[in-house]
């Protein structure tokens, strides 16, 4: 049964998602401002600058999916998910230490920052979105993000 605030439900988890994305495009912008640095005493000191940047980001990333985590196990409550309330569990114990931990990944093409603790939880988010918002469209599927096409049109 799907709650007649599941509108509200779906905004607050599309909200939090969204953070995480933004801080992880800061981090990305960190990332290219320290690779076109020239060597030098002064490169070396805005690379320590920027790491300490990026240490903030991350930490900002862990509290953002804490209180993700938080808000998934009661919204797995109250539509009475016990599947999904176990997965959350388990992902919350899985990354307690980790939570906002990032990496930096690359290919022949592009290159960015992830969160896999993130990672982890998006098909559940995905998931989530769908059961709230039926009438919405439906989200990419794993393989669409992995190699960047649009199979999903509908």
């Given at each position: 049964m799907i709650p007649?605030?599941?509108a509200a439900i779906a905004r607050d988890i599309e909200n939090l998602c969204a953070v995480v994305q933004d801080f992880l495009n800061d981090i990305e912008r960190?990332?290219?401002?320290?690779f076109w640095l020239k060597p030098s005493k002064e490169a070396d000191d805005a690379?320590?600058?920027i790491d300490v940047e990026i240490l903030d980001y991350e930490q900002k990333i862990a509290r953002v999916l804490s209180i993700l985590g938080?808000?998934?196990?009661?919204?797995?409550?109250a539509l009475q998910l016990a599947a999904t309330r176990e997965s959350v569990t388990q992902w919350r114990k899985s990354w307690t230490d980790r939570l906002g931990k990032t990496?930096?990944?690359?290919d022949s093409e592009t290159h960015g920052r992830e969160s896999p603790a993130f990672n982890e939880i998006k098909p559940v988010l995905d998931g989530l979105l769908v059961l709230l918002q039926p009438d919405q469209k439906i989200p990419p599927t794993p393989v669409d993000r992995v190699i960047g096409?649009?199979?999903n049109t509908a």
């Open positions: 007649a605030n599941s960190l990332d290219v401002a320290s690379r320590m600058d938080q808000r998934l196990a009661l919204y797995a409550d990496e930096f990944w690359h096409i649009g199979l």
